[in-house]
């Protein structure tokens, strides 16, 4: 038998439970005056007894906001499918959000036109109270865009070199040292002889993306290392599968091989092992961000490990502050730490 879905209570029905007219269960419900205190607190007692909430699409039109936060990610759809991350990011972001009964309005595009697109559709339809906003990128469209509108936001990483956020007064910054975190696999290679890195890296216009190249340039020049470069990717593993390929098919081929995800670092191990290239005997492997992929590998993969929803929930957190009347701030997470596990040995002689 077909079910008949349940009714949301009214205001018709409040007021009839209530005794008073339409009108004044509208004034009460709002904060409006127009209606005695007594009346005010019956009104609210049979909402919560009726299990009455207020429409968000009537919240926007009365300019009251839309009790939802949107995020926005232009990237390869078929890259973020397989790629842990940004579930374990989004996870953290809902329960934060569930705690203030928040919706998350998410949404896939091709660029970053269409992201600033929808920040434009969002932000006249009334759509958000805010937004998400990750990968930043060099020359960023996106903050002055919300400057512009006036949507407050939380950048979600780290900001391009020689940009420090406070340009962007209703912007916050949650980031983490990808430098830093680069140096320390650096550190660890070499620690165990390493001579020839190569760094299999994302997308080439993120700015952690490039902190990340720079940070490798300039660890292997203070430690005199010649045959260290990195190569962007679209972060699919088809990619890194395939530049995987021609750098071990090189006539010099690095001894070891770091990757900017998991997706990427389990293809480049698919592609040794086809190879016959032991790992770690004859190949050591680093993924930039673990996850289950990384753990159950064989061997399992030497990673950098964080709480990616922790990482989440922080972000959620600093957005909230702002749509609370907080100020803008820029807050440095907790730095990623290296996990060795079976994937990296000493170099081969």
């Not at 339409?22 to 409006?32: C, I, P, T």
């Not at 839309?66 to 989004?90: H, K, Y």
């Not at 998410?106 to 937004?131: I, P």
Request: proline share 6%.
């Amino acid at each position: 038998m077909r079910r008949t879905p349940a009714r949301r209570p009214t205001i018709k029905d409040i007021a009839l439970r209530s005794g008073v007219s339409e009108s004044a269960v509208s004034f009460a419900l709002n904060g409006r005056p127009g209606v005695s205190e007594a009346t005010r607190d019956r009104v609210r007692r049979v909402a919560d007894q009726l299990g009455w909430r207020p429409s968000a699409a009537a919240r926007a039109l009365s300019g009251e906001g839309a009790a939802t936060v949107g995020l926005v990610l232009a990237r390869p759809a078929s890259t973020l499918g397989v790629e842990s991350f940004f579930l374990q990011l989004v996870s953290g972001i809902q329960e934060v959000l569930a705690r203030r009964r928040l919706g998350l309005l998410f949404q896939v595009v091709e660029d970053l036109s269409a992201e600033c697109d929808a920040y434009r559709r969002w932000w006249g339809e009334r759509r958000v109270d805010g937004v998400l906003v990750v990968d930043p990128r060099a020359d960023d469209p996106r903050p002055p865009l919300l400057d512009e509108l006036g949507l407050p936001a939380v950048v979600i990483g780290s900001l391009p070199p020689g940009d420090d956020g406070t340009g962007h007064p209703g912007i916050s910054n949650l980031w983490a040292d990808d430098a830093r975190a680069m140096a320390s696999i650096v550190s660890h290679l070499h620690g165990l002889g390493h001579r020839r890195i190569v760094h299999i890296a994302g997308l080439p216009d993120l700015a952690h993306t490039r902190r990340r190249i720079q940070s490798l340039r300039t660890e292997a020049e203070r430690r005199g290392l010649t045959d260290v470069r990195s190569i962007t990717t679209d972060y699919s593993d088809t990619e890194g599968a395939e530049v995987t390929r021609r750098v071990l098919a090189s006539d010099a081929p690095p001894t070891a091989i770091v990757y900017d995800n998991d997706v990427l670092a389990v293809a480049g191990l698919a592609v040794a092992a086809g190879r016959g290239i032991p790992v770690p005997d004859g190949l050591s492997i680093v993924a930039w961000d673990d996850s289950v992929l990384c753990r159950t590998a064989h061997p399992s993969l030497t990673a950098l490990v964080r709480d990616t929803a922790a990482f989440g929930r922080r972000a959620a957190e600093e957005l909230l502050a702002l749509l609370d009347g907080g100020p803008a701030l820029r807050v440095e997470d907790e730095l990623p730490h290296l996990e060795q596990r079976g994937s990296t040995a000493a170099a081969s002689p």
